[in-house]
């Protein structure tokens, strides 16, 4: 520790401590704008000069290393004199159009004018102009206002792990600009626009649309990866203007992801449902909800009535809040099913009958920082879960070591020390080949049940690297992503990933696909005992789905089965936010519920987190929010149990009223014998499918600016160059993918990121829904 | 009235850079003698703290109190660096010791690295004079095949890699951080300091960084004994120093002597003032080096001590000599272009003052300026003064204090009249290119 007194004040520090460390725990705010707490120091904007005891000179606040017995005045005549000096300079090249300016009202550098700078200037010197850049579909620039603090500079080299933005030129030519034709497409861009102090940087969709002043500031959850990041929802005349984070140290930091950013979007889509639709007679026609509750009702009692509550089932999004879920399954078990489901997008349930309680990340989140080894399998852990990657980069720069196994292997932007890329058909056994090198690193016996498997299978030279970084580590984590979640074998690959944590005395988690993937686990939003999976209810249709937040062809591990399923079927009620065109042929009820700015609603991320939320906004036009909706269709299914007033009370219900519902509930683990079906049967390539963030669920994929990015560009049908040559296709060429239940044309492109033998193509997109499953053999023809 | 020659001594003709030339002129033999003798580290160090020799790169730091401050127990790898931009307007000095005396500077920083431990070096040389550069790199190639370099140098367990590395011209890039960020392949931007090289160099490893001519003087110090080399010149000024005279001088040119010289001395050695004319007034140390008026100047010694208290520095050692023909608006002019065009761009202050600096004095020269522009001179600079990253900024202040302190009438002139209290004619001839004698 050491002692500093600043002005007047004496604490005690850090060792390590600077002097604006010390300023912020003293209480004295010292001006800056370069110094952000989560960047590298640059001390180039110089805003922070301190009077320090001894020094001939000012030094700045955020760069001074405190010593022993330090004194320091941040407001002294000297400081403030030259704090001013520097605020002079600052201001003779910005431009004076703060009433044009975007960041007016939330401007570091005009708060600061009113208390340092004077009120007429001295240079009477023609101004600097600086051309904007074209940075992408998020991020509007207006160049001429930057002041050179190189803070978004900084945030994409050292938070998104890549410099997307420089500092060209030299002097007062210097310019903030991105590579030559290039724009920033980092997945994380949108947290520039928070860092820059200034007006340079300003949201490209949010322009000029309302003044900071005129929104109120509303809390919030973002919907959609399984971080749950909070949220500052700015609205204004009931519509939502803005998104901006809420900090939260244990789960987003100060960060948002370009998705939790920008998707508010399409809250205004001409796409929203507005009105309960109902289709007789073959004819869609908008309806009172009363009626369409009634029509729902009733379909669902004639169908109970008629063919058994075993012919009804529902199928629930893990983005949906945790009341509709809690509601939506009380309602299913009411009418005597089981049939209930909301892991759309897996296909390997064979690890159920062992598992108790729900799949999670088996840690907090903000303990990856301390962390030393990370086994990731099966997993596009940058694009999938932007935040969470960012904290494993941070924690690879101090010593954190990760490792892959899996098909795929784009890059990250963080070292991958040790990766077995390998066809999903081949995971099982490269996993098992780690688990018996590192059995015999760490000389511990493989347990029995799948000792004889693992014995059987070679050690490969990636298998063996990984289990003997991981043997040399003391804190290790291994970690099931989206699509391990989503592989065949799903339950094989978590039993021996539970293996290899168990070997190492580390954890094993699930990350988990969604907001509420593990919400829904706990309110039993997957089937009870003789309940039918998803998957087992579209392999043989069932007569009526109650089908919650979900589209057919985007959000189901199958999309052509899902279709024909709800086309088959007597009775779809679709409840959802927006309207899909493909419900329209399928679905026979369309029920408007509220996307989560317009209803109140509760999420449990992927480390267990309880977290709820308010409405921010009136729910558009006849839209309600979920729960209600859900509610009145019990009491006019007759059933008991749904009087609440409030959202708040299906959530005590839901959660039990107890603090520690949740966190008893959180396991997840399975007991399975390993599996000896081939992942992927027939001749061809297998397919590896992602899920691109900003097709991931419905709200981004309507979310017009995110839609314009790099990230959501069409699906390509990526493979190395041996599997391109082996199919006789060429980068660029356009191709025939045939699965068995059909075939898409795609253009190929050749990606050594593509373990050999595969093929890559996106899930969640229109483009590829004619493939059906996400997993499996698909052949490649050259067009 | 004569130089006094260590480095330059006995260069003639135009193979004297070769290796042999050096050998032939007792190149080397310090390398050897410390090889030879077994001379430890410490006491080399000792024998460079006790010579008297200070920095010539321009901040005049005493260069064995440098090399004591590298961590001798440090694990990893060390660097040293010598510092070859001279980018300094008025300064060229380490251009000719590396054009003519190569061998001098790779003796120099081997001995460096054994004194410090340093496993690996570079010399990071101006990249506008790329023969320099290719001669270096020959230079190189020379003493590593005679074994003054590389692994086992004489036979020893001692080793020592030195590379050479070209920059692409910029002033900043003289800067001893902006010069490492440079070799590590980064954009030449000062970084803050501390940590200084010493803890947190060349990839943040411990690092020394010299000027080219402090090196060559090192073989010298070692081979005549510190206390020679410290009497050479005077009190804490040892050695000799290479003086790069320039402007209005009858044979302008690279000239070493004593320090502690008189400048008349090294004026008259330059030839005096061109065409007899008048003194003006003298830039002792380099364009950042505060302007002195001739009286003042003419009673100076060329030494670190003499020119401070004059209130100007030694610098780099360039002396740009100014006759009465020079219209010193127009002279600020110049100067203030360069700092405003070399900024990195860094900090705020001297980004932003630098070019209002410029445009200030610009506007004055053209017959513009405002009553109250000098009084902005001196605020605008006392305001980035000591408040920026690196001395650039400092640099960039001085000349304009220091004009404007000195011959302020003529900027009041300027000012008041719209036209040059020089006359137009002086200035024309003045400007004329001027054969002098020849030597
Ligand atoms: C803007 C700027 C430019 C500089 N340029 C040079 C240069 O070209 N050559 C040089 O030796 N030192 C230059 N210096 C000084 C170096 O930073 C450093 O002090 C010097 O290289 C140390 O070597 P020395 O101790 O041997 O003088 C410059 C300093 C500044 C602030
Ligand atoms: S654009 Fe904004 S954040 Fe980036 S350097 Fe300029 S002022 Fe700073
Ligand atoms: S003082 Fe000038 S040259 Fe030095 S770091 Fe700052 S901006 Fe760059
Ligand atoms: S905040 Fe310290 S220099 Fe910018």
Known sequence: MLEIEIDGKVIQVNDGSTVMDAATQAGSYVPHFCYHKKLSIAANCRMCLVQVEKAPKPLPACATPVTNGMKVWTHSEAAVKAQKGVMEFLLINHPLDCPICDQGGECQLQDLAVGYGDSSSRYQEEKRVVLNKNLGSLVATDMTRCINCTRCVRFTQEIAG??????????????????????VDSELSGNIIDLCPVGALTSKPFRFSARTWEMSRRKSVSPHDSLGSNLIVQVKHDTVKRVLPLENEAINECWLSDKDRFAYEALGSDERLTKPMIRQGGEWQEVDWQTALEFVANGLKSTVR???AQSVGALLSPHATLE?????????RGLGSENIDSRLRQADFSGDASRSGAPWLGMPIAEVASLNRLLVVGSFLRKD???LAQRVRQAAKRGLRVSYVGPNAEDWLLPVRNRALVAPGKMLAELAGVVKALSLAVSKPVSGAIADYVAAVAISPAAQAIADDLAAGSSAAVWLGNLAAQHPQAASLQQLAQEIARLVDGRVGIIGEAANSVGAHVVGAVPGAGGRNVADMLDKPLAAYLVLGAEAEFDFADAVKTRTAFEQAGLVVSLGAFRSVAALDYADAMLPIAPFTETAGTFVNCEGRVQSFYGVVKPLGETRPGWKVLRVLGNLLGLDGFDFAKADEVC???LGGSPEFVSERLGGLVDVPLSSQPAAEGKGFERVADIPLYFADPLVRRAPSLQKTKDAAAPLARMNAATAAASGVADGQLVRLRSAAGVVSLTARVDEAVADGCVRVAGAHQSTA???????VISVEGL | MSTHELIFAGLDGDRTWRLEDYVARGGYSALKKIINEKISPEDVIAEVKK??????????????????????????????????DEGEPGTFKDRDILRYNPHSVIEGMTIAAYAMGCERGYNYIHGEIFDVYQRFEEALAEARAAGFLGQNILGTDFGFELFAHHGYGAYICGEETALLESIEGKKGQPRFKPPFPASYGIYGKPTTINNTETFASVPFIINDGGEHFLNLGKPNNGGTKIFSVSGHVGRPGNYEVRLGTPFSELLALAGGVRGGRRLKAVIPGGSSAPVLPADIMMDCTMDYDSISKAGSMLGSGAVIVMDESTCMVKALERLSYFYFEESCGQCTPCREGTGWLYRVVHRIEHGKGRPEDLDLLNSVTANIMGRTICALGDAASMPVQSFVKHFGSEFEYHIEHK???????????????YVGPTC
């Open chain 2, 51 to 84: 010579s008297g020799l200070r920095g010539r790169g321009g901040a005049g730091f005493p260069t064995g109190l440098k090399w004591s401050f590298m961590p001798r127990a440090f694990p990893g790898a060390k660097y040293l660096a010598c510092n070859s």
């Open chain 1, 770 to 776: 004619g493939l059906g499953p996400l997993s499996g």
């Open chain 1, 324 to 332: 509709e879920l809690h509601l939506a399954q009380k309602l299913m």
């Open chain 1, 385 to 387: 879960h932007p935040l």
């Open chain 1, 306 to 308: 008629e063919q058994g």
């Open chain 1, 652 to 654: 005590v219900e839901a």
């Open chain 2, 419 to 433: 036209q040059c209290l020089v006359p137009a004619d002086v200035q024309n001839e003045g400007s004329k290119i």
């Open chain 1, 162 to 183: 890549e410099m997307e933005l420089g500092q060209a030129f030299r002097g007062e030519h210097a310019e903030i600009m991105p590579f030559v034709e290039k724009t």
